[in-house]
């Protein structure tokens, strides 16, 4: 085989661990140790890839070349199901009683899920970091729930992990420039030629060529994204208020 498919069937066998947002890790690491051991040594390689992608201080998608409605999104599946896997190993440092590992762990994520949520110029890469992040608050509730004499020394460092940010709104104004990326390319030409799709009909080139108007359109659709723009970076409070007016 091509080495290329065999990671493909290699990664059709990772298991589904446990989501720390629905359970108690901890309790599954306690209960079924071996079924733990067994869920990380399958990932062993996503976690070395995982490992590598959080170590960066910024995130951003490269979206700088033309979308169509062809266009793929980045594929985050395996990032989610390597995260999970990263989570519960975190949850066995900790049942075997080395917490400053476990702790480490999270707090190394919860600082990479904030810059990709900064970062992404996309909502579904928002979303994604939004989720990771809420798993290791998740985890870190069932550690401070369950195992509170072993965090009581570590509180300045998970403190440090809870402090207010305001990440979530952060730039949120990149949403409004992508969304434009996305749709600039169909602005201009609804009846761009695609790689998936049926050719235009005659009425439709027809009515492309003596109704629409490309450059109007465009000039409408920057006025209104700009218009977004600067409420959704304002506090939420505020931001609503300007877009229900929008």
């Not at 899920?113 to 998740?138: E, P």
């Not at 998970?158 to 990326?181: D, H, N, Q």
Request: proline share 6%; net charge positive.
């Amino acid at each position: 085989h091509r080495p290329e498919k065999r990671s493909q069937e290699s990664r059709a066998k990772r298991p589904l661990t446990c989501d720390p947002a629905q359970a108690s890790c901890l309790a599954v690491a306690k209960e079924k140790p071996d079924e733990v051991k067994a869920h990380i040594e399958a990932y062993r390689e996503d976690l070395a890839r995982y490992e590598a992608l959080i170590g960066f201080k910024r995130y951003e998608e490269v979206l700088d070349y033309p979308l169509r409605l062809a266009a793929e999104f980045p594929q985050y599946g395996s990032v989610t199901a390597a995260h999970r896997a990263y989570v519960l190993r975190a949850a066995m440092q900790a049942q075997s009683g080395n917490m400053e590992a476990a702790l480490s762990a999270i707090e190394r994520d919860i600082a990479f899920q904030r810059a990709m949520m900064t970062g992404s110029r996309t909502l579904l890469g928002k979303v994604v970091a939004g989720v990771d992040y809420w798993r290791d608050l998740a985890f870190l509730s069932d550690l401070m729930q369950n195992r509170r004499a072993e965090v009581r020394p570590h509180l300045a460092q998970v403190r440090g992990m809870l402090k207010a940010t305001e990440f979530p709104a952060e730039g949120m104004s990149a949403l409004i420039e992508s969304e434009f990326g996305f749709r600039k390319a169909l602005l201009k030409n609804p009846l761009a030629p695609e790689e998936v799709g049926n050719n235009p009909v005659l009425v439709e080139k027809l009515a492309m060529k003596f109704l629409y108007k490309p450059n109007a359109t465009l000039n409408q659709e920057v006025r209104h994204l700009a218009a977004v723009a600067k409420p959704v970076d304002l506090p939420v409070n505020e931001g609503s208020a300007a877009l229900v007016k929008i």
